[in-house]
């Protein structure tokens, strides 16, 4: 088998990006870039640009909201904020002139929405964006014909549990000068969640155009905590992204016009809340770093070059039964880790947050805390009782596939083996319980999200991927693994492992009505691997 594509996917992403770049016509090598009457634009060189020169921003929170009527509840009133895409020109390093990017607010990551639970809120989502797209819309994907308007948008909180007409469909879109009002109730527990375009065939571009930002919900049982707030509490959003030399966004595509669409994206910059190698001054004490990965395809190994540990206190959905102590955090798109950070015994150093051999970000640590504040660092979160596999109802089996056409070389990627627009297959009943078998068959690791819902993993295992795409022929050839320690609360996003079979267990509660289950390799997304499925009320 050709361990090669993992090798590149893991570990090569100077060299993906180097040849999305040569498909494209970016390099001046003579050697590389393809011939062409017209000099190539030349494309921003990462390493040239000085360090540690902007400090980070940090999304700053929505100004306060506007009381609304419920829409059914009569006589009730609850907060409304109104929230503008646009487009807008931000810094992203020192050095470079003004990027263009589409924005929530007037940064990316967009403003942060603060929320609590039991206490209901409205969001109108307007999009005053331009008319057209300003990267490549590949036009034979699925819901991005020619015949529909360029710039759609359709808001996704990711994670969030609501009413399917407040979910952000992907067929729902709004277009230049529309708007939609979705209600969120905030029946869950507090959590790090995000939001995020998932407009149907253009979600990878208004996301890698910059329509993301963090979305947090509170509640009483993680204020007893006494976690680090207000400015030791950073929402940290880690994307990628190519960029031209005069600073302007690039998507790289196949080098066709009439199909630019590729399978994933590697950039050779990355970005820590939009801005190339920032810098955060702190204090000595301890603090609350919100991770997201909210890349399109990359996966992100993070660490510190001192080699300091760190502890994960909650994942996608909220906190984790206790901390775990790490060293290293694997982070595929869409995925959040809650981390603390002690930098009490590390006064007056540097260091840098990585991606492997990759600097993202540097700390500064002050020679003494502006206010002397002991160290406080639970021991337990909270409780999260296991669900045990007899309270499924019924389990699902899933193949993740991917389809080279042998002339054109252009690959899909199937659900199932199944298409977008083919009938509704999975209708799990409204407050049961299943178990979803995810069968990867690709060398990539797949992050599988399911809306509405939040689940637990249950175990990996691998199988023999020859014998079962060759000749149908399914066994095992290791031993069902237990989810990693950090992966051990609520999740809504799992890493499906190449060759391997990852169980998770469902409670389908909240709603009935139809919502999506997909890769969050938006690429993927993007080329049909997205299904829908539709929660039934019981009969």
């Known amino acids: 088998m050709d361990s090669s594509r993992r090798k590149l996917l893991l570990n090569g992403a100077a060299l993906i990006a180097a040849a999305a770049a040569e498909q494209a016509g970016l390099l001046s090598n003579p050697l590389l870039a393809q011939s062409s009457a017209a000099a190539p634009r030349p494309w921003l060189h990462p390493e040239r640009l000085t360090r540690f020169v902007d400090p980070l921003p940090i999304p700053q929170p929505l100004p306060k909201a506007e009381l609304r009527p419920h829409p059914h509840q009569p006589g009730t009133q609850i907060a409304y904020h109104r929230i503008a895409m646009r487009k807008v020109e931000v810094k992203v390093h020192r050095d470079l002139p003004p990027t263009s990017i589409w924005s929530y607010g007037a940064t990316a990551p967009g403003p942060t929405i603060e929320a609590r639970k039991g206490q209901p809120l409205l969001?109108?989502?307007?999009?005053?964006?331009?008319?057209?797209?300003?990267?490549?819309?590949?036009?034979?994907?699925?819901?991005?014909?020619?015949?529909?308007?360029?710039?759609?948008?359709?808001?996704?909180?990711?994670?969030?549990?609501?009413?399917?007409?407040?979910?952000?469909?992907?067929?729902?879109?709004?277009?230049?000068?529309?708007?939609?009002?979705?209600?969120?109730p905030m029946n869950q527990d507090a959590s790090t969640l995000w939001y995020h375009d998932h407009a149907m065939g253009i979600e990878r571009l208004n996301q890698y155009a910059g329509l993301f930002g963090f979305f947090l919900i509170r509640d009483d049982a993680e204020d007893a905590l006494n976690l680090p707030r207000g400015k030791y509490e950073i929402p940290l959003a880690i994307c990628d992204r190519f960029f031209f030399a005069d600073g302007q966004l690039h998507y790289p595509d196949s080098g066709d016009p009439s199909a630019p669409w590729i399978s994933e994206i590697y950039g050779d910059v990355i970005l820590a809340n939009g801005m190339i190698f920032p810098y955060l001054e702190v204090e000595p004490r301890l603090y609350r770093i919100r991770l997201l990965n909210s890349s399109n395809s990359r996966a992100y190994r993070f660490s510190l070059s001192n080699g300091h540990a760190f502890h994960q206190i909650g994942a996608d959905q909220g906190l984790l039964p206790a901390p775990v102590e790490m060293k290293e955090l694997m982070l595929s798109p869409a995925e959040r880790a809650d981390l603390l950070i002690d930098f009490s015994s590390l006064a007056g150093t540097q260091f840098t947050l990585q991606e492997q051999n990759l600097t993202i970000m540097q700390f500064r640590i002050a020679a003494k805390p502006a206010i002397s504040t002991p160290t406080r660092f639970p021991t337990i979160l909270r409780s999260i009782d296991r669900i045990p596999e007899s309270a499924a109802v019924r389990t699902r089996t899933f193949t993740l596939n991917e389809y080279m056409h042998p002339t054109t070389r252009i690959m899909l990627m199937l659900l199932n083996g199944q298409y977008w627009h083919e009938p509704v297959t999975e209708k799990p009943v409204l407050d049961t319980t299943e178990i979803w078998s995810f069968i990867n068959t690709t060398q990539d690791i797949h992050p599988i999200h399911l809306h509405l819902v939040r689940f637990q993993i249950l175990d990996r295992r691998p199988f023999d991927v020859d014998d079962y795409i060759n000749y149908k022929n399914f066994h095992y050839i290791g031993e069902a693994a237990p989810p990693e320690p950090n992966e051990r609360g609520w999740k809504d996003t799992v890493k499906a492992h190449p060759e391997t079979v990852t169980r998770i267990i469902v409670p389908f509660k909240g709603y009935t009505g139809r919502y999506v289950w997909h890769c969050h390799l938006l690429e993927h997304a993007a080329n049909e691997m997205m299904r829908p499925f539709e929660v039934v009320a019981r009969t």
């Open 123 to 184: 969001i109108e989502w307007v999009n005053n964006l331009p008319t057209q797209h300003f990267l490549p819309i590949d036009h034979n994907l699925c819901g991005a014909g020619k015949d529909l308007p360029e710039v759609r948008t359709a808001v996704h909180v990711h994670g969030a549990c609501v009413a399917p007409e407040s979910d952000g469909y992907p067929e729902d879109w709004k277009t230049a000068g529309q708007s939609s009002t979705a209600l969120y």
